[in-house]
C-alpha cells in the first residue's frame, strides 16, 4: 500500500452509476481520491484545468451527452501533458465495434460494467491494484477486455 | 462412222479398178499375143512363098542346065556335057519334094505341082528317049519340037506356079504388112493403158495413204487426247465384245479404280469384284436387257478403289455392231463423287436455304410481336441516302398508325419534349460525325398527348451490298422509368429500416440494458445489505425478481448475438478448426467439467470462414448437447467430419461442389422427429423453461452463421436417444 491517494477519476453522466462507483470504492477501504465529471465536457474543463491533480486512473463511460467517451478519449490521446493518465473504459457496452476502436486509439483497458454490486467491487479493485506499467508494455486486443 | 464408210467406199473403187485394169491388160495382151502369132504365121507363109518360088526357080534352073548340058551333048556328042543333065535329075527331084512339102497345104499349088512333075517326067522322058535313037535326024527334028514343046510347057506351068506364088506372096505380104502395123500399136495401147491404170492407181493410193496417214496423225491425238480428257474429267471408258465375251478398259478406268493401268485381266468378274456389294445386284440388273434396249441407260453406282476408299461412278453405254457384225458394247464410266458430293451440298444449301427463309419469316413474325410485347421500335438510317425505315411499332409507340409518314429527322423532332430536343439533335450530330450513337433516353409526348420515356441505341450494320446503315432500336421505357423509381424509393425504405434496426440494436444493447444492469445492481445490494429485513415472503419474491432480471438479461444478451450475427461486416478467413474447437473446449470448460461431458474430436479440416461466427458455432452446439442432457448419464459428444461432393447428400445443391461435412452427435434426451425443422426457429423452444433454461436463440444462430457461409444444417433425432446436427459448409466460398 502506497502513503499517498490513488487518484481517481470517473466520467459518467449516469447518477446511479456515479452512487454505485463511489460506494463501490468506499467500501472497498483503499486509499483513493474519486472524482466525478457529469460528462465528457466537464471532464475536459477538470483535466484542463491547471489547478487539477491529474489522475493515475480515469474511468470513461462511452454514452455521454454533449462529448462523448470517444472523443475525449480521442482529446486526451493527443494531449503529451495526459500520457501518464491510464484510461480504463467504463461502458454497459459490449460491441465488438466500441472494443476495438477504444483499443485502437489509445485505451488501456475496457470494462464492462458489471450487473452486482460484488462484481463491480471486484473489478475496481482488480483495476486498481494492477501493474499499469506491466499491463501496458504487454497490452493486446485479448487482455484489452477486462475479465473475471 | 463417216470414216468407216469411206474407206469402204474407196475400198470397193479400188477393188473394182484394179479387176478392170486386169481385164484390160489380159485383154490388150491376148489380142497383141495373137497379132504376133499371126504375125510369126504370115512371116512363115511369106517365108514358104519365097522358098517355093525359089525352088521353082531352082527346079527351072536345073531344068535349063539339063537342056543346056544336053544340047551341049547333042552338039558335041561329048558325053561329059551328060553330066548336069544326069545330076540335075537328083536335084530337081529333090527341089520338086521340096515344093511338094511347102504347098501341101495350097492345093492349088499342089494340083500345079503334079501337073508339073508329070510336065518335067515328059520332057525327061523325050531325054531318054533321044538318047536311044541317037542320030536320026528326021527324028532329031522331031525331038527337038517335042522336047522344046514340052519345055515349053513345063516353063508355062513353072510360070503359072511362081505367079500363083507371087500373088500369094503378094497377099501374104499384104498382111504381114497389116498385121505388123496393128501389133505395135496394140503393144503401145497395152502399155499406155497399164501405165495409165497404174498411175490412177498410184494415185489413188497416194491419196488414200495421205487420207490414211492424216487420219491416223489425227485418230492418235484424239486418243492421246482422249487420256487427257479421261484423266481430266475422270472418266474411262470400256468396250465390251458381246459374242466372244471380251472386255477391254481404258487405263484411266483402272486410275478411276485405284490401280496401276492393265493391272489386273479386263474380265467381269475382276471389274463386278470392285463394285460396292450394296450396288452389285442394281449394276447387274441395270446391264441385263442390253440386247434389246441397244443401250446402257445412265446409272450411278459406288465402287470401292484399291485403298478401300468409296467412290461414286456413273457409267453409260451404246451397243454397236462392228464390221464383223458382232454385238460390241463401248461406255464410259465417270466419276462422280464429287460432282455427287456438290450435289449432295447444293441439296443440303438449298434446303437449308429454305429452312432460313422458313425461321427468316417466323421470325420477322415473332419480331413484329416481340416489337409489341417489349414495347420497342426498330429504325434503319441509310447512310448514303439519309433515309429513314421505321417498323410498324416504331409508329405505334409514337401513337401513330403504321407506316402513316415518311419518317425523317425534323418529324421526329416535332415528338420529342422541347427540353430533350438537343439529345436528338446531338445524337444526330454524333451519328453524322462519327459514325455511331451512344445509348440516349429522352422524353417524347405522343400523338395523343401522353408523355413517354424513350431510350434509342443503335449500331452500325454493312449490309451485303456493301451499304452503310444505322440499326436502331427504340424502346419506351416509361414503365421501366417508373418501376425503377419504385424500385429506388423501395430501396430507400429500405435502407431506412436497416438503419432503425442498427439503432434499435443499439438501443438493445445499450439503452435496455442499462436500467437492467441498475436494477440488478440494486437487487444485489438489497440481498446484500437489507434481506435480513425482508419476510420470508419477501425473500421468495426477491429470489423470482433476481430469476426474472437474469433472464431477461440472457434474452437481450441472445438477442443482441443474433442480431450481431451478420455477413456485411465480417471477413472470410482460413479458420484452423483444430484451434478453434481447441478454444470452445477452454470458454466452456466449466460446463464440460461440472457435466463430466466426454467429447471426441477427429482431426478437423482448415476451412474459410468468419472466425467469431464459427467459434459461436460450434460453442452454441457443444452447450446444447450439453444443456440437454439426460440427468442421469453423463453427455457424450463426437463431432465427425469428411469431405463430400453435393450431389451425393441429401441438400439442395446437387452440383459436384465440394462440401465440409460435420457431424455432432450427443446421447442427450434428443427431440421428436417433427421438430427437426422447427429447432432453428428464433425463440422457439421444445422444453419448459424450468427443466431446461434456454432462449430459443442458439440454434437460430446456428443457423444464421451456417447461411451465411451457403451452407446446410439439418438435425436428427429421436426422443431419449440424442441429436445429430449436421452441417455443410462450402470448401470453395
Same mark, same amino acid.
Given at each position: 500500500m502506497q502513503k499517498e491517494f490513488l487518484t481517481i477519476t470517473l466520467a459518467d453522466d449516469d447518477e446511479d452509476d456515479r452512487l454505485f462507483f463511489q460506494d463501490a470504492f468506499e467500501e472497498l477501504k483503499i486509499n483513493t481520491n474519486v472524482t466525478t465529471c457529469n460528462d465528457g465536457v466537464e471532464l475536459m474543463e477538470y483535466l484542463s484545468n491547471p489547478d487539477t491533480i491529474l489522475p493515475n486512473i480515469l474511468f470513461l463511460?462511452?454514452?455521454?451527452?454533449? @462529448?462523448n467517451g470517444f472523443e475525449c478519449l480521442l482529446e486526451i490521446k493527443k494531449e503529451s501533458r495526459f500520457d501518464n493518465i491510464a484510461i480504463a473504459i467504463y461502458s454497459t457496452s459490449s460491441s465488438e465495434e466500441d472494443i476495438e476502436n477504444t483499443f485502437v486509439h489509445g485505451a488501456n483497458i475496457y470494462i464492462k @460494467?458489471?450487473?452486482?454490486f460484488a462484481t463491480l467491487k471486484k473489478v475496481l479493485s482488480e483495476v486498481v491494484t494492477l501493474n499499469w506499467q506491466y499491463h501496458t508494455s504487454g497490452l493486446n486486443k485479448e487482455n484489452f477486455l477486462l475479465r473475471l | 462412222m463417216i470414216r468407216i464408210i469411206n474407206t469402204f467406199k474407196s475400198r470397193i473403187f479400188l477393188n473394182i479398178a484394179f479387176v478392170i485394169s486386169l481385164a484390160s491388160i489380159f485383154f490388150t495382151a491376148s489380142i497383141t499375143y495373137k497379132h504376133i502369132v499371126e504375125l510369126n504365121k504370115s512371116t512363115d507363109l511369106v517365108m514358104k512363098s519365097y522358098e517355093v518360088k525359089l525352088n521353082i526357080e531352082n527346079l527351072m534352073s536345073e531344068l535349063k542346065d539339063a537342056e543346056t548340058g544336053f544340047r551341049g551333048y547333042l552338039l558335041y556328042k561329048d558325053k561329059a556335057f551328060l553330066n548336069p543333065f544326069n545330076n540335075s535329075r537328083e536335084n530337081v527331084d529333090k527341089a520338086f519334094i521340096r515344093i511338094k512339102r511347102l504347098t501341101k497345104e495350097n492345093k492349088t499349088q499342089q494340083k500345079n505341082l503334079r501337073e508339073l512333075y508329070r510336065l518335067i517326067a515328059i520332057r525327061y522322058s523325050y531325054f531318054d528317049e533321044y538318047r536311044e535313037i541317037k542320030s536320026d535326024y528326021k527324028y532329031q527334028k522331031y525331038f527337038i519340037a517335042n522336047s522344046k514343046k514340052a519345055m515349053d510347057n513345063v516353063r508355062k506351068k513353072t510360070d503359072e506356079m511362081s505367079k500363083l506364088e507371087d500373088y500369094l506372096l503378094e497377099k501374104r505380104e499384104k498382111s504381114f504388112k497389116d498385121t505388123s502395123f496393128y501389133t505395135p500399136f496394140y503393144a503401145l495401147l497395152i502399155i499406155i493403158i497399164t501405165l495409165f491404170l497404174i498411175v490412177v492407181a498410184y494415185i489413188r493410193i497416194n491419196k488414200d495413204l495421205i487420207s490414211l496417214r492424216s487420219s491416223n496423225d489425227r485418230l492418235m491425238v484424239i486418243n492421246e487426247s482422249q487420256k487427257l480428257a479421261e484423266i481430266i474429267g475422270k472418266f474411262g471408258s470400256w468396250e465390251v465384245n458381246l459374242e466372244r465375251n471380251s472386255y477391254q478398259f481404258s487405263d484411266n478406268l483402272y486410275r478411276l479404280l485405284g490401280y496401276e493401268p492393265q493391272e489386273f485381266e479386263p474380265t467381269l468378274e475382276e471389274y463386278l469384284k470392285t463394285i460396292h456389294p450394296d450396288d452389285l445386284d442394281f449394276v447387274k440388273t441395270k446391264s441385263a436387257n442390253i440386247l434389246e434396249l441397244k443401250e446402257l441407260p445412265g446409272y450411278t453406282y459406288r465402287i470401292i478403289k484399291k485403298d478401300g476408299e468409296i467412290r461414286f461412278f456413273h457409267a453409260t453405254g451404246i451397243l454397236i455392231q462392228n464390221n464383223f457384225g458382232e454385238n460390241i458394247l463401248v461406255g464410259t464410266t465417270q466419276d462422280v463423287t464429287d460432282h455427287q458430293i456438290y450435289t449432295e451440298k447444293i441439296k443440303k444449301n438449298n434446303e437449308e436455304l429454305i429452312e432460313y427463309n422458313k425461321r427468316l419469316k417466323i421470325y420477322d413474325e415473332s419480331s413484329k410481336q416481340a416489337e409489341i410485347l417489349g414495347n420497342y421500335g426498330s429504325w434503319i438510317l #441509310?447512310?448514303?441516302?439519309l433515309e429513314f425505315i421505321y417498323s410498324d411499332n416504331k409508329f405505334r409507340l409514337l401513337?401513330?398508325?403504321?407506316?402513316s409518314f415518311n419518317p425523317s429527322i425534323e418529324n421526329l423532332l416535332e415528338f420529342v419534349h422541347p427540353d430533350d430536343k438537343h439529345i436528338i439533335v446531338n445524337g444526330n450530330q454524333s451519328i453524322i460525325d462519327k459514325g455511331e450513337l451512344p445509348t440516349i433516353n429522352y422524353r417524347i409526348i405522343r400523338k395523343d398527348g401522353e408523355l413517354r420515356n424513350f431510350r434509342t441505341t443503335a449500331k452500325i450494320y454493312t449490309d451485303s451490298l456493301g451499304t452503310k446503315n444505322m440499326i436502331g432500336t427504340t424502346q419506351d421505357i416509361t414503365e421501366e422509368i417508373l418501376k425503377t423509381n419504385d424500385l429506388k424509393y423501395k430501396n430507400l425504405e429500405l435502407e431506412r429500416s436497416n438503419k432503425e434496426l442498427i439503432e434499435f440494436n443499439y438501443a438493445a444493447s445499450h439503452d435496455l440494458q442499462e436500467p437492467l444492469r441498475k436494477i440488478q445492481t440494486f437487487i444485489s445490494r438489497i440481498n446484500d445489505n437489507e434481506i435480513e429485513n425482508l419476510s420470508e415472503k419477501g425473500k421468495e419474491y426477491m429470489d423470482r425478481i433476481v430469476n426474472a432480471a437474469s433472464r431477461m438479461r440472457i434474452l437481450i444478451d441472445d438477442l443482441l448475438q443474433y442480431s450481431r450475427? #451478420?455477413?456485411?461486416?465480417a471477413l472470410f478467413e482460413t479458420i484452423n478448426l483444430n484451434e478453434t474447437l481447441s478454444n470452445v473446449t477452454q470458454d466452456l470448460s466449466e460446463t464440460i467439467l461440472e457435466n463430466e461431458t466426454t467429447i471426441h474430436l477427429p482431426k478437423l479440416p482448415t476451412i474459410k470462414g468468419i472466425p467469431f461466427q464459427i467459434q459461436q458455432l460450434f460453442i452454441n452446439l457443444i452447450s446444447n448437447s450439453i444443456k440437454y442432457r439426460k440427468p442421469e448419464v453423463n453427455p457424450i459428444i463426437s463431432i465427425a467430419y469428411e469431405k463430400v461432393k453435393a450431389?451425393?447428400?441429401?441438400?439442395a445443391d446437387d452440383s459436384n461442389s465440394l462440401y465440409h461435412k460435420f457431424i455432432v452427435n450427443d446421447n442427450g434426451i434428443g427431440f421428436e422427429p417433427e421438430h427437426a425443422e422447427k429447432i432453428f426457429l428464433l425463440f422457439n423452444r421444445l422444453h419448459g423453461k424450468t427443466d431446461y433454461p434456454g432462449t430459443g436463440v442458439g440454434l437460430a444462430i446456428c443457423k444464421k452463421i451456417i447461411s451465411n457461409h451457403n451452407g446446410y444444417i439439418q438435425a436428427i433425432g429421436k426422443p431419449n436417444e440424442g441429436a445429430t446436427i449436421i452441417i455443410y459448409i462450402p470448401v470453395d466460398l
Open positions: 463511460d462511452l454514452n455521454m451527452p454533449r @462529448k @460494467k458489471p450487473s452486482d | #441509310n447512310f448514303e441516302t401513337g401513330c398508325e403504321p407506316q450475427t #451478420n455477413k456485411s461486416d450431389k451425393t447428400e441429401n441438400i
